[in-house]
Every structure is written in C-alpha cells, then in structure tokens.
C-alpha cells in the first residue's frame, strides 16, 4: 500500500494528513502544539482515535513512544547509536519481532526491514512547501505502527531543525 504524509501548511503542532494512494485522507493526525512530548493522535476519518504518538522526555538518543488502543505495552520507536550518515532506528512492539528503520545521509530516505527483509520505503520530497513523505508499504504488513514510526521520525526531524537553527523541515538526524 502506497501513503503519504504531509505536514499542514499552517500549523501549530506536529499536524499531518495521511492519503492513500488515490490521494484521499486516511487518517488525520492533530498534533498538539503545547505539548512537551510532541503529542500527536492519529484519528481515523470518523474521528476515533487509533494511535498516540510522544516523545519519552528522559532518553539519550529520540525515544517515542506510540500506544494503540486495546493494545497492551506501547510499541516504542528509537534511534540507536550509529553513524550520522546512516542513522539507524529501532521499532519494537511487544510480542513482534523488531522492525529496523534505516536512512541515508541526508535523513530524507529510509527503509524499514525485519529480519533483513525491506517491509516498507520513506522518501521525502527534496522540493516542497511542507514536508511531504511518500510511504510504500509491503502487503501484510502493519500500516498504522510503520505510519505512526513516519510520524515520529518526521516530529524528530523537525526538532532537529529548530534546535539547529535551519528553517523548512527536516535534516541530518
């Protein structure tokens, strides 16, 4: 399944829209702006909350956090130590084998693998108003958890951004 996810033009918090491949909306993500973990919630298209995406504020390296309702444990989404040209991130949900997200120097492609196998693709537009990441997922898989590591790898690149001064969107992470 293909996706994409793309930032609000004007916005005061981590807001993006999800579309399918027929570019309509998937989910809806409401990031709230004063939050001091980057809150964001994932809504399906009635309105019904399927995910909450946070920051864990005592970590070394970005540590998010995303709780699915009705699941138990939060699946947590984490960058590991590693080279700043190929940051790696690790995306483990309780009772699932650990999921892999690596990316180029430039932070702007990244694949997400098991056991070695590529489940997923993340590239971000180079040329955009607003941070757009195309998101092609392979068949099986579970969309909403790859989706909702999109959002915690694209709030990270934001932060980055601002705490480094650079204006318009992601950078080296």
């Given at each position: 399944?293909r996706?994409?996810v793309?930032?609000?033009?004007?916005r005061?918090?981590?807001?993006?829209?999800?579309l399918?491949?027929?570019?309509?909306?998937?989910?809806?993500?409401?990031g709230?702006?004063?939050?001091l973990?980057?809150?964001?919630?994932?809504?399906?298209l009635?309105?019904?909350?399927?995910a909450?995406?946070h920051?864990?504020?005592?970590?070394?390296?970005?540590?998010?956090?995303?709780?699915?309702?009705?699941?138990?444990?939060?699946?947590?989404?984490h960058?590991?130590f590693?080279s700043?040209?190929?940051?790696?991130?690790?995306?483990?949900?309780?009772?699932?084998?650990?999921?892999?997200m690596?990316g180029?120097?430039?932070?702007?492609?990244?694949t997400?693998?098991?056991d070695?196998?590529q489940?997923a693709?993340?590239s971000?537009?180079w040329?955009?108003i607003?941070?757009?990441?195309?998101v092609?997922?392979?068949?099986?898989?579970?969309?909403?958890l790859?989706?909702c590591?999109?959002?915690?790898?694209?709030?990270?690149?934001?932060?980055?951004?601002?705490?480094?001064?650079?204006?318009g969107?992601?950078g080296?992470?």
């Open positions: 399944m996706y994409m793309r930032e609000h033009f004007f005061l918090g981590e807001d993006n829209d999800i399918d491949e027929q570019a309509q909306p998937a989910y809806q993500v409401d709230k702006a004063l939050s973990r980057s809150l964001m919630i994932v809504n399906d009635n309105g019904n909350e399927v909450r995406v920051r864990k504020l005592a970590a070394l390296l970005p540590h998010y956090e995303v709780d699915f309702p009705g699941v138990p444990g939060p699946t947590e989404v960058q590991r590693s700043p040209l190929s940051p790696k991130w690790t995306i483990s949900q309780p009772g699932q084998p650990d999921l892999e690596t180029n120097f430039f932070g702007h492609d990244f997400i693998a098991r070695g196998t489940v693709s993340i971000k537009q040329i955009s607003t941070d757009t990441y195309g092609d997922i392979a068949a099986g898989e579970n969309d909403l790859i989706l590591s999109v959002l915690a790898l694209e709030a990270e690149q934001d932060a980055h951004a601002r705490n480094s001064g650079i204006t969107g992601g080296i992470i």
